[in-house]
């Protein structure tokens, strides 16, 4: 695997790729890598010539700085997952390097950007939008490789493709799981042992949830998730919604004919996990 942090070198060696057409692949991250990630390598390597994959812990998109002082980072455990998955390049700019100016573009997403994540993290997405058209622009692949865990951020960066004209394929790949169900998370090493357990918890309820809004409507799953997350003091809820799965719109009722997502955010203790399941 070659390791690039500088953009002009990374550019001159992509662009002996690009003029032997070979196809690229890229699979923009944060690091602190999890089998998740490799996932995501591992569909590019499927289907590309040559496999990019980025970390950089972009500022931009936090929209609470406690959250970014404690998000974990772990180059070298990144580097031996990325050598063993058989990744061809990483990419670890600076976060000089991504932005050499201050100067950050807005941008509007409509209903998209105010809903969920958008809602509970305001500015989120515009930061997201930010360092994804930086990133696209740097590394111009052919196909991108993003994870259904964060639904929302894949409607956005497939709405930025499309408004910037980015010649990319966006591909949304499934949500690796722990063996108990938890959705695999960068965050989720943060949690202590009794935070770990509870969090467990957070697949059951959705799946439960999911049977109660298909026998008695959404209302009754609603209070379903409310009344079980109550009982425990450590976490908190910030959302619990189903919506539709093509643009995220609220259902009021899921019917055969709308394909719905289930989306849920909460607190347990200070870590904030995010987690959905499709409505079959
Ligand atoms: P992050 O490093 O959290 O920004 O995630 C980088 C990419 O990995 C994003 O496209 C995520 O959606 C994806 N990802 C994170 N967790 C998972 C998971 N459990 N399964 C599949 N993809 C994931």
């Known amino acids: 695997m070659i390791i ?28 602190a890598l999890h089998a998740g990630h490799l996932s995501l390598i591992n569909y590019s390597k499927m289907a590309c010539g040559i496999t990019v994959c980025s970390i950089f812990v972009n500022p931009n998109q936090f929209n609470n700085q406690e959250d970014l002082k404690k998000y974990p980072r772990t180059p070298k455990e990144d580097i031996l997952m990325l050598e063993k998955a058989n990744c061809d390049v990483l990419f670890m700019p600076e976060v000089n ?47 991108a490789y993003f994870g259904s865990k964060d639904y929302q951020q894949v409607l956005i960066v497939k709405a930025l493709v499309q408004k910037l004209n980015f010649n990319i394929d966006i591909i949304s790949c499934p949500i690796l799981r722990e063996p108990d169900g938890l959705a695999m998370s960068s965050r989720n090493v943060l949690l202590s042992v009794e935070e770990r357990r509870l969090a467990s918890l957070i697949p059951i309820w959705m799946k439960e949830a999911i049977k109660i809004l298909k026998r008695n409507g959404i209302a009754m799953a609603k209070t379903y998730i409310s009344q079980e997350i109550s009982q425990h003091a450590s ?13 995220l719109m609220p259902l009021d009722e899921v019917s055969n004919s709308t394909k719905g997502i289930a989306l849920i955010a909460l607190y347990v203790g200070k870590i904030r996990l995010i987690d959905n399941f499709i409505v079959e």
Not at 8 to 21: I, V
Not at 113 to 141: D, M
Request: glycine fraction near 8%; aromatic fraction near 14%; charge should be negative.
């Open 4 to 31: 690039f942090d500088k953009i002009a070198e990374l550019d001159a060696f992509l662009e002996e790729k690009r003029k032997l057409k070979v196809t690229i692949g890229f699979v923009p991250t944060m690091g």
């Open 235 to 247: 976490i908190q809820l910030e959302y619990f919604e189903v919506c539709r799965a093509d643009n």
């Open 97 to 143: 390097g991504i932005y050499p100016e201050k100067v950050f573009e807005t941008y509007n997403f409509g209903e998209l950007e105010n809903i969920l994540e958008g809602k509970y993290r305001p500015g989120h997405f515009n930061g997201v939008a930010q360092v994804v058209s930086r990133l696209f622009t740097i590394v111009k692949p052919d196909k």
